[in-house]
């Protein structure tokens, strides 16, 4: 395989993205499959640059670059992107730039309920953030629910297992099977 793949993960606030893209990461570090995993939403994270300023996104993809060029130096291929937004097609061309125009984007849009969410921000937002987590997921879980694309497959996470969500999410990619290196 010598193509870059990328499974953006996406969804809103409490969904589970972080934590399933670390369980896919240990499902593929157990069959020994090499692959780098970013939290996206790191990428972006300085001050000042406020939600929606146009600095944000592109801190986030020289980041992002940077970041590629040492994996790919090393022989990667694979990575694992963990971001609210990254499976929208506004973000498509970032990650050509970074990884290479030929690269394979694979997304999978997690969906939770609200009530799902709030239990998880509640259990997970310890300090003043809880409020504007809140807020801020619903409005993005609609925003996810009108833009994303029609090959974003959405997978829910109701009342499920990390691994189940994590084995679903990975069959997208094909990694396990060998599909996804094509």
Known sequence: MDRAEV?????????????VGW??????????VPHCVVEGDYM?????????????KKIAERNLTALWSNYAELGHRRLIYTNTVSVL????????RAMGRNVRLV???????????????????LGSELAHELRSSARKAR?????????????????RSVGDIARE???VAGWLTGAGSR
């Open 44 to 56: 972006g994270q300085a001050h000042p640059a406020p939600e929606g300023d146009p600095r944000r």
């Open 107 to 125: 997304r999978v849009l997690l969906t939770a309920s609200d009530t799902t969410t709030r239990e998880r921000l509640t259990g997970r937002e």
């Open 169 to 171: 999410v990975e069959a």
């Open 7 to 19: 499974l953006l993960i996406g969804g809103r606030a409490g969904v589970g993205k972080t934590t």
């Open 89 to 96: 097609t506004d973000n498509e061309e970032m990650f050509r």
């Open 143 to 159: 925003m996810l629910d009108e833009q994303a694309p029609a090959d974003a497959v959405r997978v829910a996470t109701d009342g």
């Open 23 to 32: 369980e896919i990461s240990a499902l593929l570090r157990a069959a020994t």
